[in-house]
């Protein structure tokens, strides 16, 4: 039976968990699809993850920047392209060959408006039974966090951005 997981919070750790979780799901044999949300290539994690046998990790074919930074025109095709994404990525995880599905800042998106929530749920509701499905990101939507099995809250009680320490590469990305 698959389950569905949420790794949410404000805290460091979120996708780290996740692809943990994916490292060892490749190193019982299993196959793993990860699509990845308000992303772009330029993570550490994804060179990696490429290499190990099971694991294929959608290219980001766009990349947007910041919500905020962009203008109306701008958010609907990132909109576009997003919901897009998520719709083959979950096609393609739902044929079959994959047994875990992780969608990385999946609740960003879908809090973003770049992915139509009520298409998430539905899917989750109607996966196949031994697809094993991983959500990431900040503030699960009360119908999200009813749907989940697992749910793990990364708080942050510390972190270098409080005191103007910009992201490093290798540990933030």
């Not at 692809?19 to 060892?24: D, E, I, K, S, T």
């Not at 019982?28 to 994690?45: H, T």
């Not at 990790?57 to 910041?66: A, H, M, T, W």
Request: hydrophobic share 40%; aromatic share 10%.
């Amino acid at each position: 039976m698959g389950y569905i997981h949420i790794y949410c919070g404000d805290g460091k750790g979120k996708t780290s968990a996740a692809l943990g979780l994916a490292v060892r799901a490749a190193g019982r044999g299993k196959k793993i699809l990860i699509m990845r949300f308000l992303k772009n290539e330029d993570s550490g994690e994804v060179a990696a993850l490429q290499k190990i046998p099971g694991i294929v990790v959608i290219p980001c074919f766009r990349e947007f920047g910041f919500v905020f930074q962009m203008n109306e025109k701008e958010k609907a095709e990132a909109a576009e392209y997003y919901q897009r994404q998520f719709e083959d990525s979950c096609q393609e995880a739902a044929g079959g060959e994959y047994d875990v599905l992780i969608l990385d800042e999946i609740m960003a998106a879908c809090n973003y408006g770049m992915v139509r929530e009520g298409d998430v749920v539905n899917f989750l509701e109607h996966k196949p039974e031994n697809l094993e499905v991983v959500l990431t990101g900040r503030n699960p939507s009360a119908r999200l966090w009813e749907l989940a099995d697992y749910i793990s809250e990364i708080g942050m009680k510390r972190h270098p951005f409080q005191k103007g320490i910009g992201a490093r590469e290798g540990i933030e990305y």
